[in-house]
């Protein structure tokens, strides 16, 4: 625990410190490393499962999409990459499998571009979806690092909430969850995302009010809960407990931020359609 509790206050120093002397600029850095470690241990749950993923590719054209969909400008720029990144991917691992007499690594090298970094770079089209409305740069990372505290927020209360009344098991594939969890995950997301609202009102796009910021949190509580049990599924697959052993007493990249995953897509379409 006390690792843990180690590891986890170093990383969110040195992202925050990052942030604070960069801006924005670091953000994306950073989600760009995060995306590509991410990509990387499921390439290697993969590989653990019997299939041969391209890692090589899948990770360049992943990280060409992050920054491309960031520093082109414009939502739509995400867009034409992922399409560009996608055919791209399939010609070159078609040419090379069928070359070789096999067609095993289409599917997985595809599936870990679409899931990990196509997926996160939902927090740069949010970011986009901010100023396209006439908001700061400034509100675009505070909604971003928002939609992030609601899906952190969830592991955070569903761990404490089981640790304390835990009793009835939610899942097989995440033995540890339990119903009691969920519900305490589910509600302190709903109070941190409230909370970040009030206590940065300055922060905040106007068109985020604290109701809003409430009752979204909810959706994307759950989100986060779906993502981790995939992440969780896939670990299961492979017989392994950690997605690696990259940080001391949290295990991977992917065990820290799997809760991300399906958030942010939810989070872009939540505010495009119910608050911008």
Not at 10 to 29: Q, R
Not at 43 to 60: D, S
Not at 176 to 204: C, D, W
Request: with cysteine; aromatic share 14%; charged share 15%.
């Amino acid at each position: 625990m006390n690792q843990r509790l180690l590891s986890s206050s170093i990383i969110w120093l040195t992202i925050l410190a990052s942030m604070f002397v960069f801006g924005v600029h670091a953000g994306v850095f950073i989600l760009a490393i995060i995306a590509y470690f991410m990509q990387l241990e499921l390439y290697q749950l993969f590989e653990k499962t019997g299939l041969k993923p391209m890692k090589q590719f899948g990770l360049i054209c992943g990280s060409i999409l992050i920054f491309g969909s960031f520093y082109l400008g414009t939502i739509e720029a995400g867009n034409e990459l992922f399409l560009i990144s996608f055919l791209l991917l399939i010609l070159m691992i078609t040419r090379i499998d069928i070359k070789a007499g096999r067609l095993d690594s289409l599917l997985p090298t595809l599936f870990g571009f679409i899931y990990i970094p196509f997926l996160l770079h939902f927090l740069i089209k949010i970011f986009h979806l901010n100023t396209e409305y006439g908001n700061s740069v400034g509100s675009g990372l505070f909604l971003t690092f928002w939609v992030v505290g609601a899906a952190v927020s969830t592991d955070i209360g569903g761990y404490l909430f089981g640790k304390i009344l835990g009793k009835t098991k939610f899942s097989i594939i995440s033995p540890k969850k339990t119903n009691e969890g969920v519900v305490g995950g589910v509600l302190f997301a709903a109070f941190i995302g409230l909370i970040l609202v009030l206590i940065f009102p300055e922060a905040k796009p106007p068109q985020l009010t604290w109701l809003k910021a409430m009752l979204m949190s909810i959706p994307l509580s759950f989100a986060a809960i779906a993502s981790d049990l995939i992440e969780s599924a896939f670990k299961r697959q492979a017989g392994e407990k950690d997605s690696s052993t990259m940080i001391p007493g949290m295990g991977g990249v992917f065990d820290l931020c799997d809760s991300i995953v399906l958030t942010a897509p939810l989070a872009y379409l939540i505010l495009k359609f119910f608050v911008f």
